[in-house]
């Protein structure tokens, strides 16, 4: 993702009425934007509607941010605001419970086969075991160790603490790799 | 970023961003609640000819390309959130990523936050 000041100087801008400056702060921060809104809703185009929307109410409302303070978090609780809103309407969207130690219901194809590990290619059994993290781990893991952002810059995306997102990939790291130990020990 | 980062279920394609990025600005200055500031700075039209033409230009491109904007939707990664595009190979650097990177320290401060992160939600 861009420096941090690139685009809280773009936000400055942006908040005075440059409207080239949103331009450029939106190409700045579109992926990262995607990348959350994914987090919380089912599909890529839920997730895309879903930023077109966080960008648009971030424009009216820029006028409410400071430009003292970092423009990511501020953009973020827009985007997670507007997740929240949407999921109470459409029950399709399950909106991540930023709380920890809930486990997620293992996947129909876990349930369906008799032998579904046997019967499961590499790229299903990882999504598997990932479906089986929290949401939060899943979250964590998926945002820093899949997607490549920071951890700091995954923090300002979920709205909690760097140092917690980085506890969360550990957990989700560590329940991955006992997941997977059976998938290592058939290749190596 | 790179395009080859395994596991990674955003698109690679920079026309898909472009496309994605166009699409939102003009969302933003198309509304019905456009900040009076910004239509003295950047006149209404201005915004949605450089929107109609980036789309174009992306549509163009598409064509001309194939099925390179096609290629990055595919139904399974679009409709299954975590979905991977396709099968791994035993060696798949994504599974050397989960199961040998190294992890970031879980340090005693970063459990206290998280222990304090539990005491706020209840």
Sequence with gaps: MTKDSDVDGLAALARDGDARAFEALVRRMVRPALATAWEFVPTREDAEDLVQDAFARAWRELGRYDPARPFAPWFFTILRNLARNASRSDRRWDTVSFTDDVVMDAPAIMEAEPDPVERMDTAERIRAALDELSPMQRACFRLTVLEGFASAEAAAMLGIGEATVRVHAHRARKALRARLAELRGETR | ?122
């Design chain 2, 1 to 122: 970023m790179t395009s080859e980062r395994p596991g990674s279920r955003l698109p690679d394609d920079p026309r898909y961003w472009e496309n994605l990025a166009a699409r939102s600005v003009e969302a933003a200055f198309g509304g019905a609640h456009a900040r009076p500031e910004s239509a003295a700075a950047y006149p209404w039209w201005r915004g949605l000819s450089e929107s109609a033409f980036a789309l174009a230009a992306s549509a163009v491109l598409a064509l001309a390309g194939g099925s390179l904007l096609i290629g990055v939707r595919s139904p399974r990664a679009d409709q299954e959130p975590g979905a991977f595009a396709g099968a791994l190979a035993p060696d798949d650097p994504l599974l050397r990523t989960l199961l040998d990177a190294p992890d970031e320290p879980a340090s005693g401060a970063a459990l206290l936050e998280l222990l304090a992160l539990r005491e706020e939600e209840r």
